[in-house]
């Protein structure tokens, strides 16, 4: 079986943004399922560049209590001196006190040398709403208060209270053709100004 997928990500201002909504596969299901994914690329010529990726993901599900974890830590070297190093772990936990409504809790860190970023941090809570759900369709939306915390290499901290909203559309055409997208936007509480947006959009289709 062969699956074709196009992933289409618009973004402004968007790092440190997760989406955890694309792991939302059969969380009606009890246990603990996952992947791993490990690369590594190697360009030789003029300037010699290699790549080493590691992103291991987990999400589990017992009753009414759904866990997330996402990881994602990348180190590229350029002539065999590091040349960008980013990461992330994300933990989010979900628990379901209706068919429609689930409370949210999440915590997030996050380091990104090429955007200067030493460190960030957040952690918030919230709710997530579920007013369409069927063998077909699913569309789902979140609404989360967050405190982030921000170290910039060679400059201040900053601290901010930020909103977070989402909004996630899935269709199953069929088993073998499926569309999906989920759009983010963070504002900071004290300056709306200050925002974050991220909208991902997957197709996918199985060949055979």
Excluded at 90 to 107: A, M, P, V
Aim: glycine share 8%; charged share 20%; with cysteine.
């Amino acid at each position: 079986m062969r699956t074709i997928i196009l992933l289409i990500l618009l973004a402004a201002i968007s790092y440190g943004m997760v989406n955890t909504e694309k792991l939302r596969m059969n969380i009606d299901q009890t246990g603990i399922s996952g992947d791993i994914e490990l690369c590594f690329d190697f360009t030789m010529g003029n300037t010699e560049f290699a790549r080493l990726k590691l992103e291991p993901n987990m999400v589990g599900r017992t009753g009414k209590h759904l866990l997330f974890w996402l990881n994602d830590l990348s180190i590229t070297w350029k002539n065999g001196d590091d040349f960008i190093n980013k990461g992330y772990t994300h933990l989010r936990y979900n628990w379901d006190f209706s068919n429609k409504t689930s409370l949210e809790i999440l915590t997030q860190a996050e380091f990104n040398a090429a955007r200067n970023l030493e460190s960030r941090y957040l952690a918030g809570a919230g709710f997530r709403f579920l007013p369409l759900k069927s063998d077909h369709l699913l569309l789902a939306c979140g609404l989360t208060g967050m405190f982030e915390y921000e170290q910039i290499t060679g400059g201040e901290n900053t601290q901010i209270p930020r909103g977070s909203t989402y909004l996630n559309f899935s269709a199953w055409i069929d088993d073998r053709i499926s569309f999906s997208n989920t759009a983010y936007f963070q504002p900071s509480i004290e300056d709306f100004e200050d925002y974050r947006i991220m909208d991902e959009a997957k197709f996918a289709v199985t060949i055979f």
